[in-house]
């Protein structure tokens, strides 16, 4: 159902006792070939030493090299994910305080081309990290994840939204706190079915990423009652699509009745020259058009408003989603240590993996993650350009324990065997 109604205090409370900037995370340490070089810790003085205990979060990064996209004006900017951990950790310093508690963020980034798990051995064998946040695809962050070296830490998925890592793939200690695919596509089409617009031409493109997310949408479609007319790939093959979008996209847009388009179309290749270019005058959803997030610009019901407005002070740019969910897999951590009064890494790490654990993150209604494959359940917001046009899960839609698991793999769909839940 809707959020509203249901919102926690925390929000507000959390905004409220952020008063002062906290202190800057330190630069990235660079892996630019195997061998790594240790990272000084930041010094503190004997006396802060004694009345604060330290929380230490890693934030781990693939860096990846990314085309130019067509819309220049809004480039995937260097520190995506980075720079929300590092604001979730100065909202975590303004709050731990009260608590006895410091926490302190230490970023890696490994640039393309290099041992992502090379690199993340060396961080193990050198500090034993109890937390880590990591913006990695899928294969990287498998291969540290089945690091035995690693089988004490945490590692909470900020960059991968691959449906397998919650499910076959899924692993014990690896928490996903950015949304799946299969949530985002079953917030679109729970949108849709309200809306009554049951009849899809799918637009597809040609990157691995595009078929997985056509999977995903495929699938929320017999999910929820809604029909594929027809799917069309189409590959813009390396050319200005905006000098003939009016003609390529008109082409590929005809066909069968339908009530939307919808594209996958994650590198955006093509996708934001859809809208308005389509055959028939019918409105485009997906990866662009309406678009189901986990976070966007317009976002502000909730004290939301005042967590933009402290990442643009911080960053000097919007929030996106990957920054809302660096934001969150730092506040998580930084939350169950307050709620504990502790430090201990092996206790935070019990109630992050427990029932027990829920976190405010600005969106009206407590968070927690699922116990039976680590996803962090949240609403997904609907978003134009400029605007929230809705939330989900859609009024409407229920379950017997929470509306938001009707969003993404339930209990009985998911193949998840490495969680206890």
Not at 263 to 282: C, H, I, K, W
């Amino acid at each position: 159902m809707f959020w509203r109604g249901q919102g926690l205090a925390s929000g507000a409370a959390l905004a409220v006792a952020i008063a002062t900037a906290a202190q800057a995370a330190p630069a990235p340490q660079r892996f630019t070939a195997f061998t790594a070089q240790a990272q000084a810790a930041p010094q503190s003085s004997p006396a802060a030493r004694r009345e604060l205990q330290n929380v230490l979060i890693h934030y781990f990064e693939r860096r990846i090299e990314r085309p130019t996209p067509l819309n220049n004006e809004d480039p995937i900017p260097d520190g995506e994910g980075l720079d929300g951990a590092k604001l979730g950790v100065d909202d975590s310093n303004a709050t731990g305080r009260f608590v006895g508690l410091k926490f302190e963020l230490r970023p890696t980034v490994v640039d393309p081309g290099q041992d992502f798990r090379a690199a993340f051995a060396d961080l193990v064998a050198r500090e034993r990290p109890a937390f880590v946040v990591v913006n990695a695809p899928a294969d990287d962050l498998l291969a540290i994840s089945d690091l035995a070296a690693a089988n004490k830490t945490v590692l909470l998925n900020v960059g991968a939204p691959d449906v397998r890592l919650r499910d076959a793939d899924c692993r014990a200690d690896v928490l996903h706190v950015l949304p799946s695919r299969d949530m985002l596509a079953d917030a679109l089409f729970q949108f849709l079915a309200f809306k009554r617009w049951t009849r899809v031409l799918l637009i597809v493109g040609p990157k691995p990423e595009d078929r997985l997310y056509a999977d995903a949408l495929r699938k929320s479609a017999r999910k929820f009652g809604a029909r594929i007319v027809e799917e069309r790939s189409f590959d813009a093959a390396g050319a200005d699509i905006r000098d003939s979008a009016a003609d390529e996209l008109t082409l590929a847009t005809r066909g069968p009745e339908h009530d939307v388009v919808a594209v996958a179309d994650e590198a955006g290749e093509f996708g934001a020259s859809l809208p308005y270019n389509t055959a028939s005058p019918r409105p485009v959803v997906g990866t662009q058009g309406l678009t189901p997030a986990g976070w966007g610009a317009p976002v502000e019901s909730w004290a939301a408003a005042q967590l933009q407005d402290r990442f643009r002070k911080l960053a000097g740019r919007r929030m996106r989603p990957i920054d809302y969910a660096g934001w969150m897999g730092a506040h998580a951590v930084g939350e169950a240590a307050a709620q504990l009064k502790s430090a201990d890494a092996p206790a935070i790490r019990e109630l992050l993996l427990s029932d027990r654990f829920e976190v405010g993150g600005f969106k009206g209604r407590a968070l927690s993650f699922r116990s039976w494959n680590g996803q962090l359940r949240q609403p997904v917001y609907l978003l134009w350009p400029s605007a929230v046009i809705a939330t989900a899960p859609i009024e409407g839609f229920l379950h017997q324990k929470t509306e938001l698991d009707t969003l993404g793999l339930d209990r009985s769909e998911t193949a998840c065997a490495a969680m206890k839940g």
